[in-house]
C-alpha cells in the first residue's frame, strides 16, 4: 500500500499538533487544505506530515513554542489518517465544505479564495487519527513511489539497486505531496 508525504508549513504543523502536544492554543487546525487529492486506489489514507522550512510561517508561532518546533523544520514529524476528503469552492462559503467547525482550516475566507486562484476547486482533508512521532523522521527514511516504480516492484531500493543508484530514496520534500514507500 502507497502512503503519502505532505509538506505543511510550519505554523500550520504548530495548529494540528498543538492539543496533541497539551498546549492551550484558541485554535486547532483539523482540515488540511489542497488544490488536489491522492486517487490512487492503493493510497492507505495515511499521510506524513513534513514540516517545512518556511521561516515567515515559522514566525507566526508564538515565541514559547519556538525552541520545540525548530526541531521540527525540515524534518517528517508524525502521521494521521485522511478518513474523508471534500471538494469545495474558494469563495465566502468555503468553510462550509469543512465537516462540522467553519475554522478547521485555521485560514479565512480570503486566505482560501488567494490560494485557490481563479475560482478553482479546492480538497478538504480531514485529519484523524494523529500521532507524532517520538523523534522525527528524515526524508531519506522513505522511499519516492512514483519515480522508481519499476524498481519497487523488483524489490531493490536505493544503494541495493544496480539502477536507482540511491537515487530512490527522497532527498528534497514535496511541493504539496507525493506517493511514498516507508
Not at 490512487?40 to 520545540?68: G, L, M, V
Request: glycine share 4%.
Amino acid at each position: 500500500m502507497k502512503s503519502v508525504i505532505i509538506a505543511i508549513q510550519p505554523y500550520y504543523v504548530f495548529l494540528i499538533i498543538a492539543r496533541t502536544m497539551g498546549w492551550n492554543i484558541p485554535q486547532e487546525k483539523t482540515v488540511e487544505v489542497r488544490k488536489d487529492f491522492p486517487t490512487d486506489r492503493e493510497w492507505n489514507k495515511t499521510a506524513h506530515i513534513y514540516c517545512s522550512q518556511n521561516r515567515k510561517s515559522f514566525n507566526r508561532i508564538p515565541t514559547q513554542y519556538k525552541p520545540f518546533m525548530e526541531k521540527l523544520l525540515g524534518k517528517v514529524i508524525g502521521k494521521f489518517v485522511c478518513d474523508s476528503i471534500r471538494k469545495g469552492k474558494a469563495d465566502n462559503t468555503a468553510q462550509a465544505y469543512c465537516h462540522n467547525n467553519p475554522n478547521e482550516t485555521c485560514l479565512t475566507d480570503v486566505e482560501l479564495v488567494l490560494y485557490a486562484k481563479h475560482g478553482k476547486p479546492l480538497y478538504f482533508w480531514h485529519i484523524s487519527n494523529l500521532e507524532i512521532y517520538g523523534k522525527p523522521k528524515e526524508l531519506y527514511d522513505y522511499l519516492n513511489y512514483k519515480k522508481h516504480q519499476k524498481c519497487l516492484k523488483l524489490n531493490c531500493f536505493g544503494a541495493e539497486c544496480e539502477r536507482c543508484t540511491k537515487n530512490a530514496i527522497i532527498v528534497f520534500p514535496p511541493q504539496s505531496w507525493y506517493y511514498v514507500e516507508e
